[in-house]
Nanobody, 120 residues
Framework: QVQLVESGGGLVQPGGSLRLSCAAS????????MRWFRQGPGEQRTLVAQVTSGHSYDYADSVRGRFTISRDNAKNTVYLQMNSLKPEDTAVYYC??????????????WGQGIQVTVSS
C-alpha cells in the first residue's frame, strides 16, 4: 500500500556526521507523523525522533542537541541529520510513517532498516 525506502547509512568515525533519508510512495492521502527508530545489538527498538503534521518535534534524550529530524512534504520524505556521532549510536535505523491512504483507511508503514556504524 505505502512503501518506505531508506538510504544514507554507512560507517563513520566518532564525531562524524550522516544524513538518513526515508521516501514514502504509494497511496498517500495525508501523512500525520514521521518517526525514526533504532535497534542496537541486544536491544529493543526505541524511538529516536518524530515530527507530526502540526510540526511538533520530539527527540530521545540520548540524541537531543546532536540529531535533527526534518521533512520535505512535496517529496513525502523525512530526514535524520546525525552530528557528533558516538559509538553508542551504532544501530539499525528504521523509519515509520503514519497517515491515511484515503478518507477512512489508515496506514502504518516501515522502512527496511539501514545500518549505521560509528567506529574508529
Amino acid at each position: 500500500q505505502v512503501q518506505l525506502v531508506e538510504s544514507g547509512g554507512g560507517l563513520v568515525q566518532p564525531g562524524g556526521s550522516l544524513r538518513l533519508s526515508c521516501a514514502a510512495s504509494g497511496s498517500i492521502f495525508r501523512i500525520n507523523g514521521m518517526r525514526w527508530f533504532r535497534q542496537g545489538p541486544g536491544e529493543q527498538r526505541t524511538l529516536v525522533a518524530q515530527v507530526t503534521s502540526g510540526h511538533s518535534y520530539d527527540y530521545a534524550d540520548s540524541v537531543r542537541g546532536r540529531f535533527t529530524i526534518s521533512r520535505d512534504n512535496a517529496k513525502n520524505t523525512v530526514y535524520l541529520q546525525m552530528n557528533s556521532l558516538k559509538p553508542e549510536d551504532t544501530a539499525v535505523y528504521y523509519c515509520n510513517v503514519l497517515g491515511y491512504s484515503d478518507y477512512t483507511r489508515v496506514f502504518d508503514s516501515w522502512g527496511q532498516g539501514i545500518q549505521v556504524t560509528v567506529s574508529s
